[in-house]
């Protein structure tokens, strides 16, 4: 089968910093899933990967979780799906991932893909999705009856771009989101948030222009070191922040006095550590597909850059290393 595969970390202008390749095609086995790919999604985690982690032993390395596409075959254990389902998912990031034409993933983190999306619009939409649903709901543990405010910090990316939106839709907090471009700004408002507001000027004094003095959660998606003594001043006491992205230091300290609530989001930590209620993402993704068919979600697709393959995905990776995109980033087929 066909693949995007890397043997050694490069810097993304290395014309082999990925490589296309092939590779024997899986066999479904136990609650795996063989899903033929039709469309995948980059996502910072790819980048992040390909610059810091290096095959062993000289193997190829397949990055990519983003994934919608169709079910070929199942594992002997398989009870939630057959071949010929069209299926999305994030996949699991200690196994071999998505840019490849077929992939093996646990049906536990697997759902029907919504009816009213194509495979491209669909695949923008996992990873970020659980990111997002996990952080609200799972890690600051928003109820649709809690008041309030809720910081995006971020908000033009993919986990920003889909948050916003559930945010809108399953609670009643004022949803703050953070864009510094034109571009991105326009994109906030567009998806729903109440206010915008610049990260590249003082949090603290965009909320005050804004009439919005404090807050009760932060959602912290990228660039939480260069925030955190502003967030430590504007969460409101007994506020509860979350954190995807890798500080290069973080002081708790400063939210002792407010009582703060410190919370880290991973999406793979269910698959990674095969949890008990691993099965929470596929009921999860479930749920999202029924919003996105009653048009209460829309897709986060941003941007199409052609079919899957070494060159396509390495204008994606810079795209995402510039820090300069929006939304959701997809390759289609092979």
Do not use: C
Not at 55 to 68: H, I, N, R, S, T
Not at 124 to 145: C, G, H, N, S, Y
Not at 199 to 222: C, F, G, I, M, W
């Amino acid at each position: 089968m066909k693949a995007v595969g890397y043997k050694q970390s490069l810097p993304v202008t290395a014309s082999e910093a990925l490589e296309d390749i092939e590779l024997p095609t899986p066999e479904a086995q136990g609650r795996d899933l063989l899903v033929r790919v039709e469309a995948v999604s980059v996502n910072p985690v790819d980048t992040k990967i390909r610059q810091n982690v290096s095959p062993e032993g000289g193997e190829y390395k397949v990055l990519g979780w983003d994934a919608a596409g169709v079910v070929e075959a199942v594992g002997e254990d398989v009870t939630l799906f057959q071949p010929g389902d069209k299926v999305w998912y994030a996949g699991a990031v200690d196994r071999s991932g998505t840019n490849a034409q077929f992939h093996q993933v646990d049906e536990r983190i697997v759902s029907k893909m919504p009816t009213s999306l194509g495979f491209a619009e669909a695949a923008a939409l996992p990873l970020t999705t659980i990111t997002a649903w996990e952080m609200l709901f799972d890690r600051l543990q928003v109820a649709k009856e809690n008041a309030g405010s809720l910081l995006i910090i971020g908000a033009s990316g993919g986990v920003g771009s889909i948050m916003i939106q559930l945010a809108k839709q399953l609670t009643d907090l004022t949803v703050i989101a953070t864009a510094s471009r034109p571009e991105t700004r326009a994109w906030a408002q567009e998806l729903g948030a109440d206010h915008v507001i610049d990260h590249r000027q003082s949090l603290v004094d965009e909320l005050k222009a804004a009439d919005l003095p404090s807050v009760n959660y932060v959602a912290s998606l990228t660039h939480t070191d260069e925030h955190l003594a502003a967030i430590a001043e504007l969460i409101a006491p007994q506020g509860r922040l979350a954190v995807i992205d890798d500080p290069a230091s973080f002081d708790i300290m400063p939210f002792k006095r407010k009582s703060v609530s410190v919370h880290w989001e991973f999406m793979f930590t269910r698959s990674l550590f095969q949890t008990e209620d691993m099965i929470e993402q596929h009921r999860l993704l479930e749920r999202v597909a029924e919003m996105v068919d009653r048009g209460e979600l829309t897709t986060t697709l941003a941007e199409e850059f052609g079919t899957i393959n070494a060159e396509n995905l390495l204008r994606a990776h810079a795209l995402l290393e510039s820090g300069k995109g929006r939304g959701k980033i997809v390759l289609r087929g092979f």
